[in-house]
């Protein structure tokens, strides 16, 4: 069995839009292979692959039988680097005498045997760039998913990197874009089919554990974090686009502003240019969104039918100016924009912050988890004498002090330490829920006022409100509780 690892760019499209790729000179001017294929998934029942992070697939084309095995990479957005082990082999029966330790040993057991999942039926079309050092294997696949009699469209486009230079993946993917509308894929195969299985299409998809280095550096402790906030939003950018729904739209917002939250706190390393350019644009795509989401909530909190019409007429307005947005070239592109700088960008070889890639990703989380409890410590004393926007300070930092707690919990394992890391992450959730809701309380009346919904304190006071001197005691609770917690980093 040969094993190698696998560099890729994944792009997703229309599947219409499919031909017109294949018609343009770029697939047609590179002789273009057209093949047929049909994918078998394998899995335990209980899902054993699915949890190991890994895929088995037997591939029928061309008459020929590969059998692959995959190292699935969530955390790195879309550009997937992963182990991959191909073999021939005579049927449709996996075989695992030369697979990888991690395959065998989950097979231990001969309790737990392997058996289909789910198909992947794919038209192929397959050719091979080459311009000086740099080849690139461009495929354009147009098929389905099925499982348990469901099925679902796939219309995507790979790069495999070949030879030479990453940059060059990306110069290709932005000719392509030039072509059709492409948007930045974050999904294998095999994790649609895993979809199909469950029966159902979730409307969003929260933040997912990230699987961290420990003796990784601070650059790849970044490029790790950065690609799993950005897997969140496209993920979520998806389904809001199929669905409009305000649970899609909150976990696209808040994978945006953990993407914003992890831009700076790197900041040291990553300042210049394309680091304003990236946090700029992702504020006004982020504010776009919470223009949405403010009045999700306050659809949900009152209770007077006059002023609900109105909300529910803004939001349709302020969605479909979201979508337009969205399908912007410019936003449409950002998401590909900024894996490419976070692959290839200048901040990876400037001289001036070579130190600061170099170390050790747990030493730099344990001075970046220090000093954000050493912000909220100070900014939330007497909390319950600081006004609304003092408040509002206490609540990004404690944001950005959970997210870095999330985005860090891989580097420290052990059951004593994952009971405190549980326990830290519940009391900053703690005081942001009771701020938040303060917060909500705030804004409310702005955006009655900004509809002109007049009576807004009497509409406020009628729904669903909330004791302000409650929702106080309780952030003053949650702030002390976090301030006498153990750090779980030491």
């Known amino acids: 069995m040969s094993g190698e690892e696998e560099v890729e ?90 697979a990888p330790p991690t395959i065998t040993q989950l097979f231990a057991d001969k309790d737990r045997p392997l058996a289909p999942a789910f198909q992947v039926e794919i038209n192929r079309t397959t050719v091979v760039c080459e311009e000086g050092s740099d080849r690139i294997e461009l495929v354009a696949d147009l098929g389905r998913a099925i499982a348990d009699g469901r099925e679902t469209a796939i219309a995507e486009i790979e790069l495999e990197l070949l030879d030479g230079s990453r940059k060059a ?50 650059a790849a402790l970044f490029e790790t974090v950065a690609g799993a906030c950005v897997r969140q939003f496209r993920l979520n950018e998806d389904r809001l686009l199929v669905t409009g729904s305000p649970a899609s739209l909150h976990q696209a917002r808040v994978g945006l502003r ?32 919470g223009g949405v989401r403010d009045v999700d909530v306050m659809i949900e909190k009152i ?34 924009d900024f894996v490419e700088w976070l692959s290839v960008g200048e901040w990876r070889s400037r001289d001036a912050t070579t130190e600061l ?8 989380a344990e001075r970046i988890l220090d000093r954000l409890r050493r912000r909220i410590k100070r900014r939330g004393k007497h909390l319950a004498g600081l006004d609304a926007h003092e408040r509002h300070r206490v609540r990004i930092v404690g944001k950005t002090l959970r997210y870095s707690a999330e985005f860090f919990a891989d580097l420290y394992p052990g059951k004593k330490v994952v009971h405190r890391h549980a326990a830290f992450v519940n009391a900053i959730g703690d005081l942001q829920t009771a701020l938040g809701h303060l917060n909500d309380l705030a804004s409310g009346r702005a955006l009655l006022d900004e509809l002109g919904i007049a009576d807004g304190d009497a509409i406020l006071a009628s729904g669903k409100k909330a004791d302000a001197k409650r929702l106080l005691a309780d952030a003053e609770k949650a702030y002390h509780a976090l301030i006498a917690m153990k750090h779980f980093w030491r």
């Open 303 to 336: 209770d007077h039918e006059a002023a609900l019409e109105r909300l529910r007429t803004a939001r349709v307005e302020r969605y479909e100016g979201v979508v337009q947005m969205l399908g912007s070239p410019a936003v449409r592109t950002l998401m590909l």
């Open 357 to 364: 890639r170099d170390t050790p990703a747990t030493v730099t």
């Open 169 to 218: 993946l990306f110069a290709l993917a932005h000719r392509l874009s030039a072509i059709v509308p492409l948007r930045l894929g974050v999904q294998s195969k095999s994790e649609r089919g895993y979809a199909l299985l469950s029966g159902r299409q979730a409307l969003s998809t929260k933040a997912e554990p990230i699987a961290l280095a420990r003796d990784g550096d601070t």
């Open 9 to 98: 760019l994944k792009l997703q499209l229309d599947p219409a839009d499919v031909a017109i790729l294949l018609d343009d000179p770029i697939f047609a001017d590179h002789h273009p292979i057209c093949r047929d294929q049909v994918s078998t998934y394998f899995d335990t029942e209980k899902r054993a692959l699915r949890a190991a992070g890994m895929s088995l697939r037997i591939r029928m084309s061309n008459g020929k039988r590969v059998q692959t095995i995959k190292t699935e990479s969530k955390a790195a957005a879309s550009l997937f680097a992963r182990g991959e082990w191909e073999r021939g082999v005579e049927d449709d029966t996996p075989v695992l005498d030369d």
């Open 258 to 289: 953990r993407l914003r939250s992890a831009l700076s706190t790197f900041r040291e390393m990553l300042a210049g240019p394309e680091f304003d350019r990236f946090r700029e644009e992702f504020r006004t795509l982020a504010n776009r969104l």
